[in-house]
C-alpha cells in the first residue's frame, strides 16, 4: 500500500527515523492495530534505551490502556497510565511530545498522560508494534519546547482531569467550568517540601483551590468555599474521615482575586 506502512510483529517490531542528537520534539502518528498493542517511540538510543507511548488494547474497547514507558538499563518502568476508550481495528492519532525531561502522550487530539524523564534524554523517533500486524501513516515530527520551570505553563502542557479550561485573551489567567467538577493537573515534576501558590476567584463557583497530590496517592485540597456572598478557607483530604484541617472565614465576596497557599 503505497499510501501507509505496514508491520507485522513477532513479537515485536520497531522502525527508525531520525538522528541521535533529536531532541525537543512532537512525534505524532496515525495508527491502526490488529495485535496487542502500538505506540510511538522518541529518545531512542539502543534497544534497552528509549521512551514509549503505548497504546494496548483491551478486551473491550473501554478496557484500553494509554502508558508511558521509559525503558533503561534493560529493566521497563511504566511511568504514567490512563484507561481509554480505543477499539482494535480502528484508526487512533498517537502524539509523544518530549522536551526538557517532559514526556507528554496525546491520543486522538486529547493530552492523556505525562510524566517526568530525563532531562538529557536525546534521540530517534520510531513506530512500535506488538503482536500481530499494525498500520502507519501520516507521520510528522516538529520541533516543540516545553516552558521552563521558572515559567507559567502553557494551557496545552496541562491535562484537564475534569471540566473545560480556557485562557483569557491575556494569557494570563485560567478559568474552569464544570457541573462536577473541573481540575487541571500542572506538568512539573514531583517535588517533596514544596510550597504552591495560586490567586483564586470563585465568580460563580461552589468552591475554587488548589487541589495537591503526592506519590502515593494521598491529596489534600485547599479550597475557598461560597457561604451565599460570603467565602470560607477549608482545607482537608477528601475522602477520609475527619478530613477536616481548616474552616476559617475569609473576608472579601466570591468575586473579588485572594491569594491561596498549599
Known sequence: NPFNYQVKAAPEAVSLAGDWFWSDIACAVSAQGSGDALG??????????YSLLRLVFGPQACSSRLQLVQRRTGAETVL???????ARGD????????SRGRLQGW?????????????????????????DAASFD???????VASPPEAAPRLEEMVAAGGTWNRDETGDRLSGQSSSGARLLLPWPAVSDCQAEAKVRVGQA??????VQSRDKDVMLVALVRS?????????????KGGLLL??????SPDEWHTLQA
Open 91 to 98: 484508526w487512533h492519532r498517537l502524539e509523544l511530545r518530549t
Open 206 to 211: 461552589d468552591a475554587a483551590g488548589l487541589l
Open 247 to 252: 474552616d476559617l472565614p475569609v473576608p472579601g
Open 107 to 131: 491520543l486522538n487530539g486529547q493530552l492523556r498522560v505525562m510524566a517526568q524523564g530525563s532531562p538529557t534524554a536525546c534521540g530517534r523517533v520510531g513506530l512500535y508494534c506488538r503482536r
Open 138 to 144: 501520516d507521520v510528522s515530527v516538529e520541533p516543540w
Open 40 to 49: 510511538l517511540m522518541v529518545d531512542y538510543a539502543s534497544p534497552d534505551d
Open 228 to 240: 451565599g456572598q460570603a467565602l470560607r478557607a477549608k482545607a482537608y483530604r477528601p475522602g477520609s
Open 80 to 86: 504514567a497510565e490512563t484507561l481509554v476508550t480505543a
